[in-house]
């Protein structure tokens, strides 16, 4: 029976500090992408990456948070908090939607069977989940508190036991400079305590982890769009009068504070230093009146600019030592822990002063975005971050000569992926997206990653959205993007070593090349570096590598078309460019042909659509161009020597835009992908319509692959994969001698497919001689992944 299984995704993480989170016990890793969860256990020792993903939402994922090892949580823009729990087989399904809040949900947090949301609805509410045992049963959210921030809205919220009591305490941090503090005895949360000090936005929160036994204190940290970080101790206050029911007044917490001593206020470098005391009440009806104290325990002053996250060492970590990962939008992520004020050693005594332990990330903070938000990972053995790019960095402790190394990790588009090309003997991949960048991805063969993919290189960052891309040869590709130009590339040497390196190319020239690429500032063209040292390397490109040192230099610009392009195809010889641009008239619905070798026009434009040319297509002999159009229209082109391509056929069967068309790898037919929810096969050479494949969405996207050997029982048959509009991917086969008949193998849903419009569908061009059933497909998404995914098209 026909099958799939994902090989490979890239993904991006959304921009919102909570969009990340890591399971309490283990190291998988949930993260928003677009409108679903991904899937990455950070302790896979080969970095397998993005495993899964999860679909269900319908907009950007905001918020994601475990609440156990079982249960997952997750929130978007719309308002909307989806429960997923794991199940007996490792999946996780849905238990929950529940549309918490009229707008977007800023955070989301938990303690036992109490959840709590904020939004940009200024409300912040409670929550209780009714989780049941039976696995499947769906679990249910109960409202049982609405708390309004009368304009404002919560950045963030934490919630924990205070010391030594089952009461619970709520931190908010909000769109204005002062935490708020709240307390649950019994039923409902109540204000006790608005904290100061901050002079900006309170953009994260973070309770000190509990030990393994009652611990006698607490401590708040805070980090703010100022840049500072504020350490809160909290601690129960011994022996304090008794406060008989209803007396806790702020009239009375005012007299106790003064009783208590205001030191008052001190200015350092323009920030208020304040010592005062806050001292918070709860009662409850089994464990009596309790007071607790809040003071500014410490200022970590180290960020230039605002602090995005904060995380505290894992207590399981076996050390006594607290210590705190914040990230900032500086682009760094600094490790903070505790020595003594008096011995300068590693101290987690009251007097003891905090200091940076390790700074990581880029000087300067040169990235755009710096960090959203961190991690931490493998118990604390790890730390994590995800940059304005969506791309993950990971610093790893190296325990034999106690210092930090950084290891490769993961990313993708922060963009829609609007084009692929495999190198000629689908050795490895190049993406393109609205992110303005060109990533190229492949399997590494040899190497301690043998057999995983990962991203090698990042050819082109532009200024400019990339459309398209297309090989010319395996080191060789043109791209187009928004403008009206076409630019050509050609790999350094620092990627012809790379993929020598790790078996994914090899009988490759290296030392013709140039050594690497770079970008002048304002600049748009890549201009290869020929002279200095040699940075080639057999490792992988780290992200900040990828970002800098992995360019490929620009060889040739071709001009030609009055408006941006919007499409490309390259021969398979590799001679011959075609491109169009967008147009609203015949005038500029052209396609031009130009020589790879000399970049001149080849023969006259191909005229005789009226609108847009939204694909085209060389057939496999390259004797035909085909091209679709938005005039919903199809035309073949037919090569005469010395002459150029002239028109033959056009079809306008179609009731709406054709997006995409593709040739069969032996050129007997092709097929055209349309918005009127049909795909339609036609017969070469006499141009005739064979067969309608009418589906339930649009068609956005079609490919061919080489003839397969379903079964010993069935001839070869021809695969064909069809992509739709919402995500799904459709495999169909026919056999060669019955092209009117089509039938359907395998549907790929969002679990395995994507969640959005798909721009395209590409079939790896070579086979694998040992697994003859076995076909690599590369799609690319709306919801900006691109995804590689192994078809098993055996049956019987």
Same mark, same amino acid.
């Given at each position: 029976?026909?099958?799939?299984?994902?090989?490979?995704?890239?993904?991006?993480?959304?921009?919102?500090?909570?969009?990340?989170?890591?399971?309490?016990?283990?190291?998988?890793?949930?993260?928003?992408?677009?409108?679903?969860?991904?899937?990455?256990?950070?302790?896979?020792?080969?970095?397998?990456?993005?495993?899964?993903?999860?679909?269900?939402?319908?907009?950007?994922?905001?918020?994601?948070?475990?609440?156990?090892?079982?249960?997952?949580?997750?929130?978007?823009?719309?308002?909307?908090?989806?429960?997923?729990?794991?199940?007996?087989?490792?999946?996780?399904?849905?238990?929950?939607?529940?549309?918490?809040?009229?707008?977007?949900?800023?955070?989301?947090?938990?303690?036992?069977?109490?959840?709590?949301?904020?939004?940009?609805?200024?409300?912040?509410?409670?929550?209780?989940?009714?989780?049941?045992?039976?696995?499947?049963?769906?679990?249910?959210?109960?409202?049982?508190?609405?708390?309004?921030?009368?304009?404002?809205?919560?950045?963030?919220?934490?919630?924990?036991?205070?010391?030594?009591?089952? !009461? %619970?305490?709520? #931190?908010? *941090? &909000?769109?204005?400079? /002062? $935490?708020?503090? =709240?307390?649950?005895? +019994?039923? @409902?949360?109540?204000?006790?305590?608005?904290?100061?000090?901050?002079?900006?936005?309170?953009?994260?929160?973070?309770?000190?982890?509990?030990?393994?036994?009652?611990?006698? !204190? %607490?401590?708040? #940290?805070? *980090? &703010?769009?100022?840049? /500072? $970080?504020?350490? =809160?101790?909290?601690? +129960?206050? @011994?022996?304090?009068?008794?406060?008989?029911?209803?007396?806790?007044?702020?009239?009375?917490?005012?007299?106790?504070?003064?009783?208590?001593?205001?030191?008052?206020?001190?200015?350092?470098?323009?920030?208020?230093? &304040?010592?005062?005391?806050?001292?918070?009440?709860?009662?409850?009806?089994?464990?009596?009146?309790?007071?607790?104290?809040?003071?500014?325990?410490?200022?970590?002053?180290?960020?230039?600019?605002?602090?995005?996250?904060?995380?505290?060492?894992?207590?399981?970590?076996?050390?006594?030592?607290?210590?705190?990962?914040?990230?900032?939008?500086?682009?760094?992520?600094?490790?903070?822990?505790?020595?003594?004020?008096?011995?300068?050693?590693?101290?987690?005594?009251?007097?003891?002063?905090?200091?940076?332990?390790?700074?990581?990330?880029?000087?300067?903070?040169?990235?755009?975005?710096?960090?959203?938000?961190?991690?931490?990972?493998?118990?604390?053995?790890?730390?994590?971050?995800?940059?304005?790019?969506?791309?993950?960095?990971?610093?790893?402790?190296?325990?034999?000569?106690?210092?930090?190394?950084?290891?490769?990790?993961?990313?993708?588009?922060?963009?829609?992926?609007?084009?692929?090309?495999?190198?000629?003997?689908?050795?490895?991949?190049?993406?393109?997206?609205?992110?303005?960048?060109?990533?190229?991805?492949?399997?590494?063969?040899?190497?301690?990653?043998?057999?995983?993919?990962?991203?090698?290189?990042?050819?082109?960052?532009?200024?400019?959205?990339?459309?398209?891309?297309?090989?010319?040869?395996?080191?060789?590709?043109?791209?187009?993007?928004?403008?009206?130009?076409?630019?050509?590339?050609?790999?350094?040497?620092?990627?012809?070593?790379?993929?020598?390196?790790?078996?994914?190319?090899?009988?490759?020239?290296?030392?013709?090349?140039?050594?690497?690429?770079?970008?002048?500032?304002?600049?748009?063209?890549?201009?290869?570096?020929?002279?200095?040292?040699?940075?080639?390397?057999?490792?992988?490109?780290?992200?900040?590598?990828?970002?800098?040192?992995?360019?490929?230099?620009?060889?040739?610009?071709?001009?030609?078309?009055?408006?941006?392009?919007?499409?490309?195809?390259?021969?398979?010889?590799?001679?011959?460019?075609?491109?169009?641009?967008?147009?609203?008239?015949?005038?500029?619905?052209?396609?031009?042909?130009?020589?790879?070798?000399?970049?001149?026009?080849?023969?006259?434009?191909?005229?005789?659509?009226?609108?847009?040319?939204?694909?085209?297509?060389?057939?496999?002999?390259?004797?035909?161009?085909?091209?679709?159009?938005?005039?919903?229209?199809?035309?073949?082109?037919?090569?005469?020597?010395?002459?150029?391509?002239?028109?033959?056929?056009?079809?306008?069967?179609?009731?709406?835009?054709?997006?995409?068309?593709?040739?069969?790898?032996?050129?007997?037919?092709?097929?055209?992908?349309?918005?009127?929810?049909?795909?339609?096969?036609?017969?070469?050479?006499?141009?005739?319509?064979?067969?309608?494949?009418?589906?339930?969405?649009?068609?956005?996207?079609?490919?061919?692959?080489?003839?397969?050997?379903?079964?010993?029982?069935?001839?070869?048959?021809?695969?064909?994969?069809?992509?739709?509009?919402?995500?799904?991917?459709?495999?169909?086969?026919?056999?060669?001698?019955?092209?009117?008949?089509?039938?359907?193998?395998?549907?790929?849903?969002?679990?395995?497919?994507?969640?959005?419009?798909?721009?395209?569908?590409?079939?790896?061009?070579?086979?694998?001689?040992?697994?003859?059933?076995?076909?690599?497909?590369?799609?690319?998404?709306?919801?900006?992944?691109?995804?590689?995914?192994?078809?098993?098209?055996?049956?019987?």
């Amino acid at each position: 029976m026909a099958s799939a299984s994902t090989e490979y995704i890239s993904a991006s993480t959304n921009r919102f500090n909570h969009a990340a989170a890591i399971g309490p016990a283990s190291s998988l890793i949930a993260f928003g992408s677009h409108n679903f969860v991904a899937l990455w256990d950070a302790s896979d020792a080969a970095n397998k990456g993005i495993y899964a993903t999860l679909p269900g939402h319908e907009a950007q994922v905001t918020v994601v948070h475990f609440l156990n090892e079982r249960l997952l949580a997750s929130a978007d823009e719309n308002g909307v908090v989806l429960l997923r729990r794991k199940t007996q087989d490792g999946k996780w399904k849905i238990s929950s939607k529940t549309q918490a809040h009229t707008k977007s949900i800023s955070a989301l947090t938990s303690s036992g069977d109490l959840l709590v949301t904020g939004a940009s609805d200024s409300l912040v509410k409670v929550w209780s989940i009714a989780e049941h045992n039976d696995l499947s049963s769906s679990d249910s959210l109960v409202e049982v508190q609405s708390i309004d921030l009368k304009g404002r809205y919560a950045l963030d919220i934490k919630v924990t036991n205070l010391p030594n009591t089952s !009461s %619970l305490i709520m #931190a908010i *941090g &909000s769109t204005e400079r /002062n $935490i708020q503090l =709240w307390v649950r005895g +019994e039923d @409902q949360f109540q204000k006790v305590a608005s904290l100061f000090g901050h002079e900006d936005w309170i953009r994260t929160l973070a309770f000190s982890p509990s030990g393994p036994q009652a611990n006698p !204190s %607490l401590t708040l #940290a805070s *980090g &703010s769009q100022d840049g /500072n $970080i504020r350490l =809160w101790l909290i601690e +129960e206050i @011994q022996n304090a009068p008794p406060v008989k029911a209803g007396e806790l007044t702020d009239d009375v917490l005012d007299a106790f504070e003064a009783s208590l001593g205001d030191v008052g206020d001190a200015d350092e470098g323009g920030r208020q230093l &304040s010592l005062k005391r806050y001292v918070v009440g709860v009662k409850t009806a089994t464990e009596g009146q309790r007071r607790y104290s809040v003071t500014l325990d410490a200022l970590l002053v180290g960020h230039e600019a605002g602090v995005t996250s904060l995380e505290w060492r894992p207590a399981q970590t076996g050390s006594s030592l607290p210590s705190i990962l914040s990230t900032s939008t500086d682009s760094s992520l600094i490790i903070w822990s505790p020595v003594s004020r008096t011995t300068g050693a590693s101290s987690a005594d009251s007097d003891s002063l905090w200091i940076v332990r390790q700074r990581f990330g880029d000087v300067g903070g040169q990235r755009l975005g710096g960090f959203v938000g961190g991690l931490w990972a493998r118990k604390g053995a790890e730390a994590l971050a995800w940059g304005w790019n969506g791309c993950w960095r990971r610093w790893r402790y190296q325990e034999a000569n106690d210092r930090w190394a950084e290891a490769t990790a993961i990313g993708g588009h922060q963009g829609p992926v609007r084009g692929a090309s495999w190198s000629p003997g689908g050795e490895y991949l190049i993406s393109t997206g609205l992110d303005q960048t060109t990533r190229a991805h492949g399997k590494l063969v040899s190497g301690e990653r043998a057999n995983t993919w990962a991203e090698i290189a990042r050819p082109q960052i532009h200024g400019y959205d990339v459309i398209d891309v297309a090989h010319l040869d395996s080191l060789k590709f043109v791209s187009v993007s928004d403008e009206k130009v076409a630019r050509v590339f050609e790999a350094p040497k620092g990627f012809a070593s790379l993929v020598k390196a790790h078996g994914i190319l090899s009988d490759i020239e290296e030392n013709t090349r140039p050594l690497a690429a770079s970008l002048p500032p304002l600049g748009l063209s890549n201009k290869a570096v020929t002279g200095g040292c040699d940075h080639s390397s057999a490792s992988l490109p780290l992200e900040g590598e990828l970002q800098a040192t992995t360019l490929w230099p620009e060889t040739e610009k071709v001009f030609g078309h009055g408006y941006e392009l919007i499409a490309l195809a390259t021969s398979h010889s590799g001679t011959l460019l075609a491109t169009a641009c967008k147009s609203t008239s015949p005038e500029h619905a052209v396609i031009r042909v130009h020589e790879t070798k000399t970049w001149q026009l080849f023969g006259t434009p191909l005229a005789g659509h009226a609108l847009t040319v939204t694909r085209i297509a060389f057939s496999p002999d390259d004797r035909y161009i085909l091209t679709v159009s938005r005039d919903r229209t199809w035309r073949v082109f037919a090569l005469e020597p010395d002459a150029g391509y002239r028109p033959v056929s056009f079809d306008k069967s179609h009731a709406r835009i054709i997006w995409d068309c593709a040739w069969s790898p032996t050129g007997s037919f092709f097929a055209t992908a349309a918005r009127d929810k049909t795909v339609r096969v036609w017969k070469a050479e006499s141009w005739k319509n064979l067969a309608v494949l009418k589906l339930d969405e649009a068609a956005t996207a079609v490919c061919s692959t080489p003839r397969v050997m379903i079964s010993m029982l069935i001839s070869y048959r021809n695969a064909m994969a069809i992509g739709l509009e919402n995500g799904v991917v459709l495999i169909y086969s026919c056999r060669e001698d019955t092209l009117a008949k089509w039938t359907l193998e395998l549907t790929l849903d969002s679990t395995l497919a994507c969640n959005s419009h798909i721009f395209r569908v590409l079939w790896r061009p070579t086979i694998d001689a040992t697994n003859p059933h076995n076909r690599i497909l590369a799609i690319c998404s709306e919801d900006r992944t691109l995804r590689v995914v192994n078809i098993n098209l055996a049956v019987g």
